[in-house]
């Protein structure tokens, strides 16, 4: 019973664990966030990345429902330029169950044990969102947001706008204090 008990909490833990999104954000100390209200998406950059065109679409519209949520409208002299890329890898956890051990049982004699290990291989994805001033071109903002990446096409929406919404919702970070 005990081992079915570790398995559930190792098994909820691994769940919880790929569910969430972690996120980081760093800033320009001597930008005025509040003097920008417009943006377009820096294209040139937006091209460059290495992703499928779907999967672009996908966290375009995103960046626009957050962005028009915050009070931005789009333009063609914006205050900021969005771009974003990503990056991704391979998350490998290995869970042991070491130790070593022997014993006796009824009618077969000694027998002799060894631990054993899990390995899982998660692929992992990590976008980021760059903020430029237009005028200036320097960055003044980028999110970062880290976690698991789903082939499931109907999850693909869902995944890519809980990434997209959680490094937002780091924006603006006057906001934070």
Not at 84 to 109: A, C, H, L
Request: net charge neutral; with cysteine.
């Amino acid at each position: 019973m005990k081992t079915v008990k570790s398995f559930t909490v190792l098994l909820l833990f691994m769940l919880a664990s790929c569910s969430s999104v972690r996120v980081n954000s760093d800033y320009d100390k001597k930008a005025n966030f509040v003097g920008y209200k417009t943006y377009a998406y820096l294209k040139s950059a937006v091209d460059k990345v290495e992703i499928s065109d779907l999967d672009k679409k996908r966290i375009l519209h995103s960046i626009d429902d957050a962005l028009v949520i915050k009070g931005f409208t789009k333009s063609e002299t914006p205050d900021l330029l969005v771009s974003f890329f990503t990056k991704e890898n391979q998350r490998v956890d290995i869970y042991n169950n070491s130790g070593f051990g022997w014993g006796m049982s009824w009618g077969w004699g000694p027998h002799w044990g060894f631990g054993y290990s899990n390995i899982y291989s998660t692929p992992e994805g990590t976008l980021y969102i760059d903020l430029i001033d237009a005028k200036t071109k320097e960055l003044v903002w980028q999110g970062e947001g880290s976690g698991y990446l789903t082939k499931n096409t109907e999850e693909k929406d869902t995944r890519i706008k809980e990434f997209v919404d959680k490094i937002l919702d780091q924006y603006p970070p006057d906001s934070k204090k």
